[in-house]
């Protein structure tokens, strides 16, 4: 478990708050990281839907300018009826500045993300200039401007739908329905007002070329294939939603719309295999209201895409007030469970400390109780069953120490009567005057009460002799071991002892027995220094001798081999 050591390490070195912070940080870092990246995925495709919405909302102004251009321009070709149309040709004008002032209004504030802004002031301008030129431009200089505002409204159309996201719809229905109004219808619009202006030119001329005849096949050829594919696809969206209304509010209009179509393609067609004339005014009145179901699927169809993708923001909103829900419930549940938790621990910690300071100042009266069942539980019986433990043994000590009080206060007693008979049987000053031809001082301050340190000055015939010495050790036993070293060298130079090697000896055996009747391990060193009209000698062992000169020379003499 050698992995385990420096976090154990660590841990062991922090307080509980710092621990449980730690982990809280530890744990809710990753959980936010999660909960971050997902809330971000989810808001991600609710932008995602709401861009393709912003297209949706750029694209209906747009199909009503595409409707609306190519009828201006169908009455404007017709030269002789200009009068008749005068009305329908204001009209047709108001409407379509009214779109471009709709598509500037929204362009204002999504332009920026559909990148659109440039290109439609250009359809701006080309629309300016040919309301300038009208009165004094050919027809075929009008129908060059005309051409062009068809392609800056392709162009438009093309951007918004790869700008807004929608021709990356990630569902199949509302992808199909994004390919029926960004593509197949406006496709389809765009052919049947082809077919219908040249079925204008042939009304005008009486009859049909060869080269009209030709572009009204292609044209015909064109529309069948697109027709097919706009009931493929949005029959594998009515397959492919959860959505019945979608199934319900589009069969009827596109059912009107594509069967309009084929009946179209089939009478004009059957005119182009045949070589009979075209029926051009019939052809001009069938594309009129195939334009008008074209028109009216494009608005149903962008309303249920609409409906789609407000539905999938709702879903993806509802998702992720769920999350966030459901992980805030958790949080505030795990919360306050770890707070439950750290409070349980925090509790028994702090009734642990308070009952070891009880236990410290002797107050201690119960134990510990906690109602947890966890191993925090088991450490307290721990501790309950040493404080106990503790508890009696600290009142043993208690009564021991009251017997040692006692005992400490009979041998101090006993010390002092010592102590005082050592300064009792130390010389006196008036004795040290005594003592003829030297000048002698003496102190003696013990470490303890009692000390070993001895100290004598005797004077008998004439003769002067000191006594220095030094049991090991302080206390009682070395206080008495000196009164008997004492007590025996005056009674040996009271009884005319003056060999000092029969003296030392006497004295050794005198203390080596005693010291073995009291079971003592004490010793001493004693040096004699014997003073006789001028002459000094010294025997025994002690510390080294010093000698100052009168000259002020210092002399050492060492007693270890005395």
């Known amino acids: 478990m050698k992995l385990l050591d420096p976090v154990t390490f660590m841990m062991n070195r922090l307080k509980y ?336 400390s308070a009952a070891s300071r009880s236990m410290v100042d002797g107050t201690m009266t119960g134990k510990v109780k906690l109602n947890s069942r966890d191993e925090l539980a088991e450490v307290v019986d721990s501790f309950n069953n040493v404080a106990a433990a503790l508890v009696e043994a600290n009142q043993e000590i208690t009564v021991l120490n009251d017997r040692l009080q006692s005992e400490n206060q009979r041998m101090s007693a006993e010390l002092e009567v010592t102590r005082r008979l050592q300064q009792m049987i130390l010389p006196k000053e008036e004795e040290l005057l005594l003592v003829a031809g030297l000048d002698i001082a003496g102190f003696m301050q013990p470490a303890a009460e009692v000390g070993g340190d001895y100290y004598d000055v005797l004077q008998h015939e004439g003769r002067v002799k000191i006594g220095i010495g030094d049991v090991t050790g302080h206390g009682l036993e070395s206080g008495v071991v000196m009164i008997m070293a004492q007590t025996a060298v005056r009674a040996l130079l009271s009884n005319g002892e003056t060999d000092s090697v029969k003296l030392m000896n006497t004295v050794n055996q005198l203390l080596y027995d005693n010291t073995r009747r009291m079971s003592s391990h004490k010793s001493m060193t004693l040096v004699l220094l014997d003073y006789e009209a001028g002459l000094l000698r010294l025997s025994g062992q002690h510390e080294e001798v010093i000698i100052v000169r009168s000259d002020g020379k210092v002399e050492l003499i060492d007693t270890f081999d005395l």
Not at 101 to 129: C, M, N, P, V, Y
Request: aromatic fraction near 8%.
């Open 17 to 352: 708050p710092q621990k449980f912070a730690l982990i809280s940080f530890i744990f809710l870092l990753p959980l936010g990281l999660v909960m971050y990246f997902l809330s971000s995925e989810i808001q991600g495709r609710v932008d995602f839907a709401k861009k393709e919405r912003l297209g949706n909302q750029y694209l209906r102004p747009l199909h009503h300018l595409s409707t609306k251009i190519p009828r201006l321009r169908l009455l404007q070709q017709d030269t002789f009826n200009q009068t008749s149309y005068a009305n329908e040709t204001s009209q047709l004008q108001a409407q379509i500045e009214s779109g471009l002032q709709d598509l500037e209004s929204i362009d204002r504030s999504g332009g920026a993300q559909l990148h659109t802004t440039e290109k439609l002031q250009a359809l701006k301008q080309t629309w300016k200039q040919l309301q300038q030129g009208q009165k004094n431009w050919s027809p075929e200089s009008k129908t060059v401007f005309y051409e062009m505002m068809f392609s800056q409204i392709e162009q438009i159309r093309t951007e918004v739908g790869d700008r807004s996201n929608l021709i990356l719809d990630p569902d199949l229905d509302s992808y199909y329905l994004m390919d029926a109004i960004l593509l197949t219808l406006p496709k389809m619009q765009r052919t049947l007002e082809n077919a219908q202006s040249i079925s204008q030119e042939v009304s005008i001329q009486g009859s049909a070329t060869a080269l009209q005849r030709f572009q009204l096949t292609t044209l015909l050829g064109s529309l069948k294939t697109t027709n097919e594919e706009l009931k493929r696809n949005l029959k594998a969206a009515f397959n492919s939603t959860s959505l019945s209304s979608l199934r319900l509010n589009l069969t009827e209009p596109l059912k009107i719309y594509t069967e309009g179509i084929d009946q179209y393609i089939k009478f004009t067609g059957r005119s182009l295999a045949d070589n009979t004339p075209v029926p051009a005014e019939a052809s001009i009145s069938a594309i009129d209201q195939n334009l008008a179901a074209n028109s009216k699927l494009w608005t149903q169809t962008i309303d249920e895409l609409d409906r789609l993708l407000q539905i999938r923001i709702d879903g993806f909103m509802q998702r992720l007030i769920f999350v966030l829900t459901f992980a805030s419930v958790l949080l505030a549940i795990a919360s306050y469970l770890f707070a439950a938790f750290y409070r349980g621990t925090m509790e028994t910690v702090s009734a642990l």
